[in-house]
């Protein structure tokens, strides 16, 4: 009765091995299947009392696990032991690629795998519930829980080794295909058993150096190398959060724009016509009179209306403070051309030009204006016209091009990161 | 619960059936297999050293599913080609039976279901899809396994050791199914996976070392 046979703990035992004579302790009590001798590499059946070999080894090279058989720890919250090791392959475009699979046993759960690529680490656990899709394992996007799935890559995969025991039989050489589904960090993944069984298991990434501590193992995990389906990207949620900070700066830049739209007044400070002849001096300069800008410093503008006409001019202005003598100084070519070619008629430049002198002072100023053009060429009528507080927008755009580099060049690297991670797989 | 005490037509052990829905039990000294016709108790057959198992789970572990508990009453250990798995005979508050199976510590919990349409064998093969009870159900194993040993009180006479075919299915939501071809008509099995933690057992195996 159960209380006859319950009571004592179930006792750990170990099996000798037929072929060489080692012993090898079975560490997962009367779930093992399959030990492998830990001497010679025989598959061993545990089940049966005289044990007997069921596959020799015959692989040249001897595969060494990074985790050795006995390590114990607590795997994502749970403690477990490392009973068994395979390594198996899948061969794509004439490649082999190979990974390696920890057991993982606790008496009283499911057995999960740990598994190894390239220093890419998953713990892996079978799911009791379906994933959303179609009844077997194909290329659609799958749901489970809360996440979509992406299909990542459908192979036959193959054991190449296996080393410590089992609780279901394994031989070198057995074939199951699997097909991979991801959602950093997670992956989804069917293994389809011929016409027997289709296996789902949920896979969580977790780095190296996690599992050393959670194992207590000794010395350093392997450098991951590349890009693992499920690796997490490293730029996470920072480029959403970046462009979350950049619209909340542009909507404020904006707002800004606006303010500064409808608040600037535009007065006109001084307006005043002149006559440069440049067939009478190549150069001329003349200082206007003195008028006033008043308010809070503001953007001044300048604008110069030619009568120019397949001909060029140069202005110089100088806006200068008439109580302080300080300077704004700023020249302007101006040339307009036009002509008919080719049956198409076309011009170039403008007879006018505007340019803006940002945060000028209040005070009493006066232009003064130089002129320069050919001798050759015909008098030029031009109107020269000062505004007091213009609205400027070049300020907004700049710094709404410097809001929106830093999430331009987050999102491009991380799209970067998950095309290294794509290339790898059936849709690269 | 009515406990009827009787001896074992075999060795003249007392044997108690705690469980009045219980058909079979197992001489605990002798591994008879007996059989109740109500009074009296015939020997039908004898099973052998259970095979090492190590299920956490033992006879009159208690436990919980949904707002009920229940007690483990006897099992079932089946092989297959692959391994093994138990099904554990669980008698529910109120007297009902059930089933808890255990797949190397995969649990699931399931009750025989009448008057539902269920499929052949050939038409339940890998991925096809039956609802039942408005619940679509999606076939995830098609097992060909035969009894390894009984253990306890069970609710039915059964000890036959050829294969016989069992398909599981589950759903999205973690519904869980089972139709067992052992029988001319097969036998549907519907509940849900469950895990560890929710099961709350009580009086488990304990593990040395662990």
Redesign the interface.
């Given at each position: 009765?159960?209380?006859?046979?319950?009571r004592r703990?179930?006792?750990?035992r170990s099996v000798n091995c037929p072929n060489c004579g080692a012993a090898t302790a079975v560490r997962?009590?009367?779930?093992a299947?399959n030990v492998v001798c830990q001497s010679c590499g025989s598959i061993l059946d545990a089940?049966n009392p005289g044990v007997t070999i069921l596959q020799r080894f015959t692989e040249a090279v001897r595969e060494e696990p990074l985790i050795p058989l006995g390590t114990r720890g607590k795997l994502l919250d749970i403690e477990c032991e490392v009973v068994g090791f395979q390594v198996r392959q899948i061969v794509v475009d004439g490649v082999a690629y190979r990974w390696r699979e920890y057991l993982l046993f606790?008496?009283?759960?499911?057995?999960r795998y740990l598994t190894e690529y390239a220093g890419h680490w998953n713990v892996v656990s079978?799911i009791?519930?379906?994933?959303?899709g179609g009844?077997?394992p194909d290329e659609s996007t799958r749901s489970y829980g809360e996440r979509e799935y992406r299909h990542f890559q459908t192979a036959d995969a193959t054991t190449t080794f296996v080393l410590g025991e089992f609780?279901?039989?394994v031989r070198v050489g057995d074939t199951t295909t699997g097909s991979d589904y991801v959602a950093p960090p997670f992956m989804l993944s069917a293994e389809?058993d011929a016409?027997?069984?289709?296996?789902?298991s949920l896979g969580r990434y977790v780095r190296g150096d996690e599992i050393w501590s959670s194992l207590s193992l000794s010395g350093a995990p392997p450098d991951p190398i590349g890009v693992f389906a499920n690796q997490p990207s490293p730029f996470g949620d920072a480029p959403r959060a970046m462009w979350r900070t950049a619209s909340r700066l542009a909507a404020l830049a904006a707002l800004l724009w606006i303010v500064h739209l409808a608040s600037a007044r535009g007065t006109q400070a001084f307006a005043q016509a002149y006559t440069f002849e440049p067939n009478a001096a190549a150069e001329t300069s003349l200082v206007t009179p003195v008028f006033e800008l008043d308010g809070r410093p503001t953007a001044v503008e300048i604008e110069t209306t030619t009568s120019l006409d397949n001909q060029w001019m140069f202005v110089g202005y100088a806006l200068v403070n008439d109580e302080t003598g300080q300077a704004f100084e700023v020249g302007r070519d101006v040339s307009y051309y036009r002509g008919y070619e080719d049956g198409e008629s076309w011009t170039e430049g403008s007879p006018s030009d505007t340019v803006e002198l940002p945060s000028v002072p209040r005070g009493r100023y006066f232009l003064r204006i130089e002129t320069e053009g050919e001798r050759t060429a015909v008098p030029v009528r031009y109107r020269v016209r000062v505004v007091r507080d213009v609205s400027s927008s070049l300020r907004f755009l700049v710094a709404l091009v410097l809001i929106a580099i830093p999430p331009i060049l987050a999102s491009w690297r991380a799209a970067m990161f998950e095309g290294r991670r794509w290339q790898e797989s059936d849709h690269g | 619960m009515t406990s009827r005490a009787a001896s074992c037509p075999n060795c003249g052990a007392p044997l108690v059936y705690r469980w009045s829905s219980s058909v079979q039990t197992v001489c605990e000294y002798c591994h008879s297999i007996v059989v109740r016709t109500d009074v009296d108790v015939k020997k039908v057959g004898q099973v052998a050293d259970l095979p090492d198992d190590a299920s956490p789970i033992q006879l009159s572990t208690e436990g919980r599913y949904g707002d009920k508990g229940f007690v483990v009453a006897g099992r079932i250990i089946y092989q297959y080609e692959q391994g093994g798995w138990n099904e554990w005979r669980i008698v529910l508050d109120g007297g009902a039976d059930g089933w808890l199976s255990d797949a190397q510590n995969a649990f699931a919990v399931s009750f025989l279901t009448s008057g539902l349409k269920i499929p052949t064998q050939a038409q339940a093969a890998l991925g096809r899809r039956f609802v039942w009870n408005d619940t679509p159900f999606t076939v995830v194993s098609r097992t060909l396994a035969h009894y390894a040993g009984v253990e306890g009180e069970l609710p039915f006479e059964y000890w036959d050791k050829t294969d016989v075919t069992f398909v599981d299915l589950r759903s999205a939501g973690a519904d869980f199914a089972t139709i067992d071809y052992s029988d001319e008509a097969p036998a549907l099995y519907i509940g849900k996976a469950v895990d560890f933690d929710t099961l709350r057992l009580r009086n488990v195996r304990t593990f040395e070392g662990w």
């Open positions: 009765m159960a209380e006859a046979h319950g703990p179930v006792s750990v997962t009590f009367g779930h299947v089940a606790n008496p009283y759960r499911e057995f079978t009791s519930a379906l994933p959303d009844p077997t609780p279901w039989q389809v016409d027997k069984e289709v296996t789902w | -």
